[in-house]
């Protein structure tokens, strides 16, 4: 089992910049590979960066590649979002996730057994 806690999350102007951080319990977080994911009022919940197990390789939806930035850190067990040139559209919660059937990073939904409780992120006009 893997618990996963999200942080810094926030109400931020347009523009702005924030980092999401999500601490896992495990010390084979090592293992996982990791995602971030978010879920707009009223829309499904959508990748938006993954990054394998080891930091070498991440993948990115295109709403956010070049502005948004995944890293990990194995031995502090956390997982970072940098987003940068935050726009209104990137209003959402934001969940992290840990990857049960690759290590090697995916951008799907389904290959994610454990999921934070998500933090909210307002991006103001």
């Known amino acids: 089992q893997v618990q996963l806690v999200e942080s810094g999350g926030g109400l931020v102007q347009a523009g702005d910049s924030l980092r999401l951080s999500c601490a896992a319990s495990?010390?084979?977080?090592?293992?996982?590979?990791m995602g971030w994911f978010r879920q707009a009022p009223g829309k499904e919940r959508e990748f938006v960066a993954t990054?394998?197990?080891?930091?070498?390789?991440?993948f990115y939806a295109d709403s956010v590649k070049g502005r948004f930035t995944i890293s990990r850190d194995n031995a502090k067990n956390v997982v970072y979002l940098q987003m940068n040139s935050l726009k209104p559209e990137d209003t959402a919660v934001y969940y992290c996730?840990?990857?049960?059937?690759?290590?090697?990073?995916?951008?799907?939904?389904?290959?994610?057994?454990?999921w934070g409780q998500g933090t909210q992120v307002t991006v103001s006009s």
């Open positions: 495990r010390r084979t977080f090592s293992s996982y590979a």
């Open positions: 996730a840990a990857a049960t059937s690759t290590a090697w990073g995916t951008s799907q939904t389904y290959d994610y057994g454990y």
């Open positions: 990054i394998n197990w080891n930091g070498a390789r991440t």
